[in-house]
C-alpha cells in the first residue's frame, strides 16, 4: 500500500469517525451538567465511611482498588518488556562519560531542587488521601527528584541509586504490597481488597484504613518502574555496548 | 457551546491519528499514539465536569458542597502514569528496530519485510 493510498484511505474513514463523534457529542448532556450518579454518590459517601477527605485517593484505591491492582500490573508488565528488551547481557564498565556540569550554580541550586523534589513526593504520597495527592502524583514526583541527580551531578552520582539490584526488589515490593494487602483481606474471610481496618480519625494520616498501605505500595512502585525505565533508557544512551 | 470540549476530545483524537497514519518516524509515531490517548482524558474529565463544582477534596470543605465527578479523574490519573510507561515500551521497541534494520521510517522498514 503506498503511502498516498494510505493516506487517502484515512481521510476517508477519518471523515466517517469524526462524524459519528461529532454526531455523538451533540446529544451527550451540555458541559458541566454532569448525570451520572457515582460521582454524586462518591462525594457523599467517602469521607462518613472511609474518613477520607480525598476522594479521588480513596476512588483508585479503595472503591476501585481492584482496578488499580490490574492497572499497576500493566505498568509492573510494561516496565518488564522495557527492560527485558534493553538490557543487553553484558556491558562495557563505564568510561569517561564527560557529562559532568560544568556551572557551580547550576550544581548547588540542582542538588537542592533534589531534596525539595523527593521531599514533595513523598509528602503527596503520605497525604495523598487527606489533601490532593496520592501514590501515583507522589512516586512519579519521587522519582523526577532522583532523576535530577543526573542531570545536576553526574552519571557517576546517579548510578548507584538506579542500580538494579536496588530498583528491582523495590518495585517488586511496591507490586507485589499491593496484592498482599488484597490478599490480607481474603484471609480474614472477607473479599479481595476489602477495606480491613477502622476509619481512623478524618482529615489526619490515620484514617482510610487499608487505603494509606495501599497507597503506600502503589507510591514505591510508580516511583522505582519510572526509575527503572529511565535508568533502562540512560544506560542505552550512555554506556558504550561491550 | 456546551459540547466544545467533546469536540476538542474528539479533534485531538483525529488530529493524533492522523499523525500515526502519516509518521515518517517511529519516536514521532509513539508521540502521535500518546495524543490520541490524550483525547480520552478531554473526554473523561469534561464528562466529570459539574457546573461551579470545586476539586472533590472536602479537607477544609464542608460534605456536600458541590464537587466534579471524582471517577473519571481517578481514570485519568492511573491511565496517564501507564500511558507513560507504555510509551516508554513503545520507545524501547523502536530503539531494537532501528538496531536491527538501521531505520526509524514505518514505511522502509515495511519495505524491508515485503
Known amino acids: 500500500m503506498t503511502r498516498r493510498i494510505r493516506i487517502g484511505m484515512f481521510l476517508a474513514a477519518g471523515a466517517v469517525v469524526g462524524f459519528l463523534l ?61 527492560v527485558l528488551l534493553l538490557r543487553p547481557e553484558e556491558r562495557e564498565a563505564a568510561g569517561n562519560l564527560g557529562d559532568q556540569v560544568g556551572s557551580d550554580a547550576v550544581r548547588v541550586f540542582g542538588a537542592l531542587a533534589v531534596g525539595l523534589c523527593v521531599l514533595v513526593g513523598l509528602w503527596l504520597i503520605a497525604f495523598g488521601y487527606v489533601t490532593p495527592g496520592g501514590g501515583f502524583q507522589g512516586g512519579v514526583a519521587v522519582a523526577s527528584g532522583v532523576v535530577l541527580l543526573w542531570l545536576v551531578a553526574s552519571y557517576r552520582a546517579w548510578e548507584p541509586v538506579a542500580r538494579d539490584t536496588a530498583l528491582d526488589p523495590v518495585e517488586g515490593l511496591g507490586a507485589g504490597g499491593y496484592v498482599v494487602i488484597g490478599l490480607a483481606a481474603l484471609w480474614s474471610g472477607l473479599p479481595y481488597l476489602t477495606n480491613l481496618f477502622g476509619p481512623g480519625t478524618s482529615g489526619t494520616l490515620v484514617s482510610g484504613g487499608s487505603i494509606p498501605f495501599v497507597n503506600w505500595a502503589a507510591g514505591i512502585e510508580v ?20 | 457551546m456546551s459540547v466544545l470540549p467533546y469536540l476538542v476530545a474528539a479533534w485531538v483524537c483525529l488530529v493524533g491519528l492522523y ?96
Open chain 1, 22 to 82: 461529532v454526531w455523538a457529542s451533540v446529544d451527550l448532556p451540555s458541559f458541566g451538567h454532569y448525570r451520572g450518579p457515582y460521582g454524586y454518590v462518591l462525594n457523599r459517601v467517602v469521607t462518613p465511611e472511609r474518613h477520607v477527605t480525598e476522594v479521588v485517593t480513596a476512588t483508585v484505591f479503595d472503591y476501585r482498588g481492584f482496578d488499580t491492582l490490574g492497572e499497576e500490573l500493566i505498568l509492573f508488565a510494561a516496565v518488564t518488556g522495557v
Open chain 1, 223 to 242: 516511583a522505582a518502574a519510572l526509575l527503572v525505565l529511565f535508568s533502562e533508557f540512560l544506560d542505552e544512551y550512555i554506556v558504550p555496548l561491550s
Open chain 2, 19 to 114: 499523525g500515526i497514519v502519516t509518521s515518517r518516524h517511529l519516536v514521532h509515531l509513539a508521540l502521535c499514539l500518546t495524543i490520541t490517548q490524550s483525547s480520552t482524558y478531554v473526554l473523561l474529565l469534561a464528562i466529570g465536569y459539574v457546573q461551579g463544582g470545586g476539586p472533590p477534596v472536602f479537607k477544609g470543605v464542608e460534605l456536600g458542597t458541590t464537587a466534579v465527578d471524582p471517577v473519571v479523574q481517578a481514570l485519568a490519573l492511573t491511565d496517564i502514569v501507564v500511558s507513560v510507561t507504555v510509551l516508554a515500551l513503545i520507545l524501547a521497541l523502536a530503539l531494537d528496530v532501528h538496531k536491527d534494520t538501521g531505520t526509524m521510517d514505518p514505511d522502509e522498514i515495511a519495505d524491508m519485510q515485503g
